[in-house]
């Protein structure tokens, strides 16, 4: 590993051996803690969360009546008298916090490709260590519920996750080009810069934010696995940039609805409004929920005119006993004059997961996906050095992949996965291009600060 992942590491092994000396009592998990404040949520970032507390967080919040993804209630041999996360910043003035976390780990490919790229898998995209996010944290969170309230914040992230996040016109010039990233791997991304204003059930987000389609994050905490879906990287954007309002209807319906410049971008040398909106309900017994988002607008194609693209993303959740939860979730966009003139786009697919308690500190997940590019518009190698890199596979993606969660202390996650994909259609996505699958084994350890 080069310098950089020399340090990651060093400071991360730095912060496990502060995080141990302190007492469990003291400490924080980051992606699976109790039923309290800290709740682990598999399905990502929600921002459908109390108009009191619209500001999404490392620590997203439930909605009234939704039950908790996989509630973990610390046992005696995961806490101790005291309860509370062990946090490495104190909170600053004016309700400000800093938070963040370490998040680094390794693929290991079957194949063992000569480019050490794990086809079109990203994220865990290399078949080797990466220091995947340094992420920090600075937010107060907008409180609309004594009237106005302004709150905001900050996210920054160093690693080889930056690539996958970076917008158009801010880590990037306006053309898309490179701008403050030159190195193979390793980058420095701002997903977030918002303000956030808070009215009662009102509050309006105006800024760079997260896209709230789908069903997984950018951030490892809100994740269970360590890789990520093809609907997640392939199908649906990262960031918008723009204005995005949340209004709680009642206590089981939540609605959204915003402008946006486009997928991904910032600030780009050209670009279009484009409408964004959703909806997210709760069943009257707390145990289903189902959420649905749009976006709708032009966007520029490969062959750089504008054609329109919709996307729309539908997410089930059902919690079936108290110990076992349910995510179901589809996404099917297309856009006009994509290749060129008359000839469109189109991409859709069907993607499942199963989450299991198996105690107070191990939990159980698995994940079956269908993405279907059926145009060979949208599934290819990201980083500009693989080999597949802007070649075209039109045809049937699988994924089905298992794995655990340990969270040995309050500030420790360690995911194992495996998983194997396959390919149904024209070309050979895997292993350089040599075959149409591959099985792969990751893992990474998360450690909240």
């Known amino acids: 590993m080069g310098i950089m992942n020399r340090s990651f590491f060093a400071a991360g092994a730095a912060l496990v051996c502060l995080c141990m000396a ?16 800290s709740s682990w949520n598999p399905s990502g970032y929600d921002y459908y969360a109390s108009s009191t507390q619209p500001s999404p967080s490392d620590l997203p919040s439930v909605p009234s009546g939704v039950p908790e993804a996989v509630s973990y209630e610390l046992g005696p041999e995961c806490e101790s008298s005291c309860c509370g996360p062990w946090r490495l910043m104190p909170d600053w003035p004016a309700c400000f916090t800093a938070t963040g976390w370490l998040a680094g780990g390794g693929a290991a490919n079957a194949d063992r490709p000569a480019s050490r790229f794990n086809g079109p898998l990203t994220f865990a ?7 995947n996010q340094a992420y920090a944290v600075i937010e107060r969170q907008a409180d609309g519920s004594q009237g106005l309230d302004i709150g905001a914040r900050l996210d920054l992230l160093y690693g080889t996750d930056h690539y996958f ?17 030159n190195h193979r791997f390793y980058g420095l991304a701002m997903p977030q810069a918002y303000l956030d204003f808070a009215y009662g059930d009102w509050s309006v987000k105006v800024g760079h934010f997260y896209s709230f389609l789908g069903n997984d994050s950018v951030m490892a905490p809100n994740n269970f696995f360590h890789t990520q879906s093809y609907a997640r990287q392939y199908a649906e954007p990262f960031t918008f940039t723009g204005v995005l309002s949340t209004y709680r209807l009642t206590d089981r319906l939540t609605l959204l609805s915003g402008i946006h410049s486009g997928w991904d971008v910032f600030d780009r040398y050209t670009e279009r409004a484009a409408y964004m909106g959703g909806w997210r309900w709760t069943g009257p017994d707390g145990l289903f929920t189902l959420a649905f988002g749009v976006t709708s607008g032009h966007e520029l194609n490969p062959a750089d005119f504008y054609g329109n693209r919709t996307l729309y993303t539908l997410v089930a959740t059902m919690q079936l006993t108290d110990r076992l939860r349910y995510v179901l979730q589809h996404d099917h966009g297309w856009q006009r004059d994509y290749f060129a003139a008359g000839v469109d786009a189109e991409w859709y697919g069907l993607n499942q997961s199963l989450f299991y308690e ?24 990201v980083r500009p050095t ?17 794995g655990l969660n340990w969270f040995p202390t309050h500030n420790l996650t360690i995911r194992p996965e495996i998983r194997w994909d396959w390919f149904d259609g024209v070309g050979l996505p895997f292993d350089d291009g040599a075959k149409d699958n591959q099985f792969v084994g990751a893992f990474d350890i998360i450690l909240a600060w």
């Open 22 to 37: 302190q007492p469990l009592s003291a400490q924080f998990g980051s992606a699976v803690p109790s039923t309290g404040s």
């Open 125 to 131: 995209d290399r078949h080797e260590m990466m220091a």
């Open 165 to 181: 996040t970076q917008g158009v016109g801010l880590e990037t010039d306006r053309t898309g080009a490179p701008k403050w990233n």
């Open 358 to 381: 198996i105690n107070d500190c191990w939990a159980w997940g698995t994940r079956f996906e269908w993405f279907r590019d059926d145009d060979g518009a949208r599934v290819t190698g």
């Open 386 to 402: 693989n080999p597949i890199a802007g070649l075209s596979y039109a045809g049937n993606f699988y994924e089905v992949g298992t």
